[in-house]
């Protein structure tokens, strides 16, 4: 089993940053991809970016340019910086890894954008 645990999240106002981590523990193989999900009060869970093993990411194309994912394999965990934050980006994150056909999620973290 992989447990997936998000922190970083919290209340921030519009225009400002946070750094979330995810760190993976547990039974973890290699190759894999984490990546970043969000979902909004009734909207759907939506991939932010995800990244290998090796560090090649991929980005929805709607949250390219203020959202930066990134990993360090030594420590399991994965990280997803948030820049110039707005309302809409209010939701629960959650982070997931993907091994073969094994998919594990965490439990999220609420961000919540003042404007």
């Known amino acids: 089993q992989v447990q997936l645990v998000e922190s970083g999240g919290g209340l921030v106002q519009a225009g400002g940053s946070l750094r979330l981590s995810c760190a993976a523990s547990?039974?973890?193989?290699?190759?894999?991809?984490m990546g970043w999900y969000r979902q909004a009060p009734g909207k759907q869970r939506e991939l932010i970016a995800s990244i290998s093993s090796g560090g090649s990411t991929n980005y929805a194309d709607s949250m390219k340019g203020r959202f930066t994912i990134s990993r360090d394999n030594a420590k399991n965990t994965v990280y997803l910086q948030m820049n110039s934050l707005k309302s809409e980006d209010t939701a629960v994150y959650y982070c997931n890894l993907v091994w073969r056909a094994l998919t594990y999620w965490g439990e999220g973290t609420l961000v919540t954008v003042s404007s």
């Open positions: 547990g039974n973890i193989f290699s190759p894999n991809h």
